[in-house]
């Protein structure tokens, strides 16, 4: 557990616009990731994603969100693959969120909970492009049946 770091993140909204407009709400969902990213490869942390759900599956006019992540100790490689491919390090990190919707609003108060995993892998290509590759798996779960997503990213 050495040098392994132990983050507290929270977010909170409240939309002042009208109940029957759906640009008044927030949207939540996904790992947040694309398939193949220029953005950094924690996609969870932003305030929209949710892993484990679907994009924008869940709606809001208020909320509250808290998200705990453990960043374990980076697996380090002495180039660790071929001369023109090799990865330098994997990192895990698990996390955990909940998440409280429609506090005070006509709306039905909602709340809902997702833990998963998420294991980066810097890889290197022809000794000069640094690259990461993403696999995560989060289940979501709260006021509805559970569901599990996947997730496979490659940032460049």
Partial sequence: MRNSSLWFRTSAGQSFGASDKTNSYFYFGGFGNNYLDYRPAQ???????????????????????????????????????????????????????GMLANIATSQPPMDYYSSG???????????????????????AYGDFAPKDQFMVSLKL
Avoid at 124 to 139: H, Q
């Fill in 43 to 97: 996609q969870y942390r932003d305030m929209s994603s949710f892993p484990g759900a679907e994009i924008n599956e869940f709606s809001a006019l208020n909320y509250g969100k808290l998200t705990t992540e453990l960043n374990l100790t980076p697996i380090r490689f002495n180039r660790f693959g071929f001369k023109g491919l090799y990865m330098t390090y994997m990192r895990f990190t698990l996390f955990g969120m």
């Fill in 117 to 139: 995993v998420q294991a980066d892998m810097e890889i290197v290509l022809f000794s000069l492009l640094k690259s990461t590759l993403s696999l995560g798996y989060a289940r």
